[in-house]
């Protein structure tokens, strides 16, 4: 059986090296490559010894949901096909991870919310299946640009959320994400998920690993529930079905169910730390006022940051890496001298505000925006405004910027 | 799986739960020959079930677990409904994950099996209800079918949704009086296995469960069509007793009165080019194969 054999330093039919992990992603030689987001959605992709990958287009993930047709075409995945609607395609995904194989897909937007049945079902069933999500506005009337509303429904159902700043984020994010949600202590799928075009459609410099490399296969065997493909005894699994009974013992074994699936969330924490170096970073948490972002945000937080230094304006950051599991801890410390915390988003209701405003203590300190949405950018200028408003200092009207 | 994957070490034989004990000595894995005859004679597949007393669909669950001709191999996708109340009971491996997308999960778990396993013969099978299959699952239901999925997909068609309480269906007749169609159903019964044909299934069958060597035939026909060729479909009028207001003994009879050669469910076949020339060559080698054993139990007596 699979579980038995370890694959590391074997070949793969396309002539890469199953490779320890640890020392792939850590200590193996980077390559700087200029690549849009969705073309390293490919890289990454192409070194994740993928089984299975069901893609259906919605702007703006729908490049890289062909390119990883070529990399099928290639060689590099299992299979590959397009499903008919994103319902459809996680289901797919779902039946895929079912029978033992490594799952990936991605969405966007109002495909993110048609499909968002099979998310806590996806939880529930421990199916460690990765899942881009290039956030776009789910309003009407109809938008394909960047908002990442969205985010926060999946922040309910069990998965494992993580929210990625850059391409390079994305790209080294992919590869680790599977070795945390196949930890058998944790089995959970993981929404990774990024602002749309922003990272998708943008060009950067991101340092690949070495394209011979590649992740040691998926072993189901590992799972903490059984893999569905009659290679283990099967049996009768309950006397009755918890849906028709309506007694302590049903409801018992739901509920301890769903803790058992936010526990293993919990779990992830230990192996998320080790991988991503922390849930969250940091910097200069010693100021009066502390941006805390996610996504796209930390980048024009930055700006923000570095034009208010040359005015003698001091201001930290904490970049959110995870959103699940929740960096409440990290986030609590990080912030606990801070007079003002500053959470700028790219969504109408502020979700990332609200997380912070439940996890730390004197929550008046915490300024929810400034907020843009339906594919505003966030001008750092804007970012910057908010805080001189908050510390009382005047701020030129950004109307009067000019063109 | 062989059967050798479930059997029991000696030593912990006396403390495993019954049921188990049972499994590995007197079921059916790996029997070439299994059918609906070895119900009563050899383990079952299927424990006690928790439907009504009387329920056809009980009925035709233990003829196709009987007739899976690879069960060992074999793993079944279910939906929500009455089925759903059934196969945590069942020893094949089965999944129940949403309702109406068991068609989604059996495409990618039949790629998922070819991926991981491309020199065997893993079967899929789905087992949904009509509601299921017609009515909030049809997209996926076709699509499967248009992508040429290879896997069987059976439809028990009560014509209603039971589990719920007797609504509406799609497959209901017209005319007929149930919840949600207060003033009885407006539009005429979906003609699926029609609709199946000119989807690109390869073998297509509706009928009743009421001849139990008749369902094993089409159970066996429908996965061997499905593994070497391509989707299949089989519609089973299993009624739903208590919503048609029938007695638990009355299940068979309303089956055959649904049978005759006017009736909805008259027997109906369909079978593809490709499928006529799998079957013509399984049934050659199943008549060569009871030639032999012919000869040899000859062979023994003399």
């Keep these: 059986m699979a579980a038995q054999a370890s694959f590391i330093g074997q070949k793969n039919k396309k002539e890469q090296v199953y490779t320890d992990p640890w020392h792939m992603m850590n200590e193996a030689p980077r390559t700087p490559s200029f690549f849009t987001g969705s073309e390293v959605i490919k890289e990454a992709v192409r070194r994740a010894s993928c089984d299975i990958m069901v893609a259906y287009p919605i702007t703006p993930q729908s490049e890289a949901a062909a390119l990883c047709g070529e990399l099928f075409a290639e060689g590099y995945i299992g299979d590959y096909f397009r499903g008919e609607s994103e319902f459809a395609v996680m289901s797919q995904c779902a039946g895929a991870a079912f029978g033992g194989a490594r799952v990936f897909t991605t969405t966007a937007g109002p495909g993110t919310m048609r499909a968002m049945e099979n998310f806590p079902m996806w939880a529930g069933a421990r199916l460690p299946i990765q899942m881009i999500v290039t956030c776009r506005g789910i309003n009407s009337p109809l938008s394909i640009q960047p908002d990442t509303l969205e985010i926060s429904y999946l922040m309910q159902t069990g998965m494992l959320v993580w929210h ?240 | 799986m062989s059967k050798e994957r479930i059997k029991i070490a000696e030593e912990l034989f006396d403390i495993m739960p019954v049921e188990y004990q049972d499994l590995v000595k007197r079921a059916t894995y790996g029997n070439g020959q299994r059918g609906w005859k070895d119900i009563g004679n050899a383990k079952e597949l299927i424990e006690e079930h928790s439907l009504c007393a009387g329920c056809p669909e009980s009925m035709a669950f233990r003829y196709i677990l009987a007739s899976l001709p690879n069960p060992e191999d074999t793993v079944m996708v279910g939906s929500t409904g009455c089925t759903s109340l059934v196969f945590p009971h069942v020893a094949v491996h089965n999944i129940h994950s949403l309702f109406g997308n068991q068609n989604a999960i059996a495409s990618g778990l039949k790629r998922a099996l070819t991926v991981r396993f491309p020199d065997r013969h893993k079967d899929v099978v789905v087992l949904a209800g009509d509601g299921a299959t017609v009515d909030i699952g049809l997209d996926m239901t076709l699509q499967a079918w248009f992508r040429q999925e290879k896997f ?77 060729i391509g989707p299949t479909y089989l519609q089973l009028y299993t009624p739903c007793i208590l919503e048609i207001g029938k007695n638990s003994m009355e299940g068979l009879q309303e089956m055959r009165d649904s049978e005759k050669p006017t009736e909805r469910f008259a027997y109906k076949e369909y079978v593809s080019e490709p499928a006529k020339e799998l079957l013509a060559e399984l049934a050659a080698k199943e008549k060569e194969r009871k030639a032999e054993a012919k000869k040899q139990l000859a062979g023994q007596s003399a």
Aim: glycine share 6%.
């Design chain 1, 164 to 403: 990625a700043e850059t391409a390079q984020d994305f790209y080294d994010w992919i590869l680790k994400g599977y070795m945390v949600s196949e930890e058998p202590d944790v089995h959970l799928p993981l929404a990774l998920c990024c602002d749309g075009f922003f990272v998708t459609h943008t060009k950067d410099m991101v340092d690949l690993t070495p394209v011979d490399m590649c992740l040691p296969p998926y072993d189901p065997y590992r799972s903490p529930v059984p893999c569905m493909d009659m290679e283990c005894p099967p049996v009768r699994m309950m006397r009755d079905p918890f849906v028709m009974k309506s007694n302590y013992i049903s409801y018992a074994t739901h509920a301890s169910w769903q803790q058992e699936v936010w526990a293993a969330v919990e779990r992830s924490r230990k192996h998320t730390i080790r991988w991503m170096d922390g849930l969250i970073d940091t910097e200069n948490t010693d100021a009066d006022v502390i941006v805390v972002a996610s996504g796209t945000a930390v980048s024009q937080s930055r700006e923000a940051i570095a034009m208010l230094e040359e005015e003698g304006i001091h201001v930290g950051l904490v970049k959110v890496k995870t959103l699940r599991p929740w960096p409440g801890e990290e986030i609590r410390e990080a912030t606990k001298h801070a007079k003002h915390i500053i959470v700028p988003e790219f969504n109408v209701i502020g979700w990332l505000a609200r997380e912070v405003s439940a996890t730390i203590s004197n929550n008046e300190r915490i300024h929810a925006g400034p907020h843009v949405c339906g594919g505003m950018t966030m001008p750092p200028e804007i970012i910057a405004a908010e805080i001189k408003t908050v510390l009382g200092v005047k701020a030129p009207s950004l109307a009067g910027r000019g063109g």
């Design chain 2, 152 to 228: 069987t997909t059976i439809c028990f068609d009560n014509e209603l949704y039971a589990n719920t309480g007797g609504q509406e269906s799609g497959l209901m007749q017209k005319g007929f009086v149930a919840k949600m169609a207060p003033v009885g159903k407006t539009f005429e019964k979906v003609r699926l296995p029609e609709i199946a044909r000119e989807s690109g299934c390869h073998y297509v069958v509706n009928c009743t469960v009421s001849k139990p060597n008749l369902i094993e035939k089409v159970i066996k026909n429908a996965v061997h069509v499905a593994r070497e």
